[in-house]
């Protein structure tokens, strides 16, 4: 491979032209995949919140560059490095709970920290770790992923979006309810202390919700959202929809008082992890996951708990811890 150093000795123009054109040759395939990581790093910045103006000031390149930096990317390609986003911030709030220090807030610390705990189970975190890896090398350049690829992506963190929201919700025990503020027109009592939703702000400003039993154990935890009205639209679906849904019992047969057709196509989905633990999660019609339960030691269990989702998901009332 020519280096700059055996041009050096070259007093033949068009030799050196030559020899420079080869070089550039050899060497395009590095130059092309620097240019991937640059635009790719501008991307994973934007997607982290930063404007086009802040880039430009903090990359030193126009804002219109950064636009076209940004966009040169390809849509699956976005939706890895997003989905990693949201999951990093997550990931960051459980650093933050674990009472470590700000400095070892990053992801291998907070996975270690669920790869320590007894309520995440070891196909999520291998999930995790697929996700992050996926990211890191869609950002390095060194893949481009496939639009049904994203969408596996996307469906695994917002799965994992709503576990990692679980385990906070049981490691920070936010089980006080005092003062909570009444919120038309869906609450029905002001400060109830019967089964209920509750929304609620997490580390990040985001609205959560969680159905909650009478004794404040946590059934479901919903997603993360924006705005509040996002958090009471997604509790209309499970109001709406919670008891017609059938159960689809990934490991076994959907028992035979679930082989119903409903208008709502929303779904309990039981299955067993890793550990040999039974889980649930809801899903929509669209496969989207809308809330995710707790662990249970057997089937029995698990069913009991869909159960008490189903009884009071259409009339409990709402409080408004946020």
Known sequence: ??????????????????????????????????????TRAAAALHAQGYSYKDLSRTLGVSAPRVGQLVSA????????????????????????????????????????ILRQSHGFDQDALMDLEFIRKMRNDVVHGRISVSEHTADIVSNKAEYLKALIVLWLSRETGRSSHEGLRQLDPLTETPRSRGSRFEIYRDANGQFRFRLLASNSEVLVVGEAYESKAGALSAINVLRGTASTAVIDDMGGQTRQSDRRTTSSGSKFEL???????????ITAASGEVVAVGELFETKASALQAIDRVRRAAASVPLNDAS
Not at 12 to 36: G, N, W
């Open 271 to 281: 299955y067993k992890d890793s550990a040999g633990r039974y889980r649930f999660r």
């Open 73 to 112: 990317n390809d849509a699956p390609d976005m939706g890895v490095i997003r989905a990693w986003i949201t999951l990093e911030q997550l990931l960051s709030e459980v650093v933050q709970t674990a009472g470590r220090p700000s400095r070892e807030a990053t992801s291998s610390t907070a996975i270690n």
């Open 1 to 38: 491979m020519i280096t700059l150093e055996d041009l050096y000795e070259v007093e033949d123009p068009l030799r050196l032209f030559e020899l420079s054109t080869q070089a550039i040759s050899e060497h395009q395939h590095v130059i092309d995949r620097l240019a991937s990581i640059r």
